[in-house]
């Protein structure tokens, strides 16, 4: 006689198994549908709903990381100009391209990556701006510009401290003329509006929009520019390229004159 076989506990945990899955399932698919949206906002600080809503913002990070320099309602101190009057472009300018907060009120301040995010940057122009009239952040349109046109404007007045190409030069007084090879379109735009440094101003009496449009598509052009005669040389300008135009070619000259006094002498 053989020994009864034993199926009913592999039938009783198959269907203990089912019965786990489908609990499983129904408890899990209301826990889905509850979950929060990866893409909502997870911060508390809630959102400018208005211009007035902005200012305020603007005005709390100014007290934050500006009045010690810039003084109470920026009119300006010791160790910071006056912000009254500037503009939300000169405030736009200066924190995109990192130039303000400053660890060090004397000297030139450098460009560096921003400290603040670009939300706190409109909050902050947006207070500059409330503190007195000024130049607004000009609207670029590179493709409306005219080539031709914004190298005439940028030889006979950028050229001259900024380099034929752009990269920079000296100023007096331990300054200098900072390379516009990573600068963006409106912050170019930008600087020429509120002069910034030893700059000077070139407002819409000096270079109108369209003008300044066409200045803005030169210096884009001059970040990447087209090299048809060969190698670019590092784009440092005419005088550079003509020196290691001399260097090579008088020394290519001289071993050529000494190859062939050598070849005689050992004829």
């Known amino acids: ?18 019965v786990l899955t489908v609990l499983g399932l129904a408890l899990w698919q209301p826990a889905q549908a509850q979950s929060p949206d990866p893409t909502a906002a997870t911060s508390t600080t809630a959102a400018p709903t208005g211009p007035d809503d902005l200012v305020a913002i603007g005005r709390q990070l100014f007290d934050t ?4 320099c810039h003084g109470e309602g920026g009119v300006g101190t010791a160790d910071g100009p006056t912000l009254v009057g500037v ?4 405030a736009d300018f ?10 060090e009120p004397q000297g030139q301040s450098p460009s560096k990556p921003p400290a603040y995010t670009d939300q706190e940057i409109q909050a902050l122009v947006a207070y500059v701006g409330s503190l007195g009239p000024g130049p607004a952040i000009p609207q670029v349109d590179v493709a409306a510009g005219d080539l031709v046109e914004g190298g005439e404007l940028f030889r006979a007045n950028c050229a001259a401290c900024h380099g034929a190409a752009a990269v920079g030069g000296a100023l007096s007084y331990g300054d200098y003329a900072p390379s516009l090879h990573s600068v ?9 509006r509120v002069g910034p440094g030893q700059m000077p101003v070139f407002d819409e009496d000096v270079f109108t929009d369209d003008e300044l449009n066409s200045l803005v598509a030169y210096v884009r052009y001059l970040q990447d520019p087209a090299d048809p005669g060969g190698f670019s040389l590092g784009r440092v300008g005419p005088v550079a390229e003509g020196y290691v135009i001399w260097v090579v070619g008088a020394s290519a000259v001289v071993v050529f004159i000494r190859w062939i006094t050598r070849r005689r002498a050992d004829g």
């Open 1 to 18: 006689m053989s020994a009864p076989t034993r199926r009913r506990p592999a039938v009783s945990a198959a269907a203990s198994v089912a």
């Open 65 to 68: 990381g500006c009045v010690s």
């Open 87 to 90: 503009g939300e472009a000169a």
């Open 94 to 103: 200066m924190l995109r391209t990192g130039r303000m907060p400053l660890a």
């Open 184 to 192: 963006a379109e409106v912050q170019i735009a930008e600087a020429v």
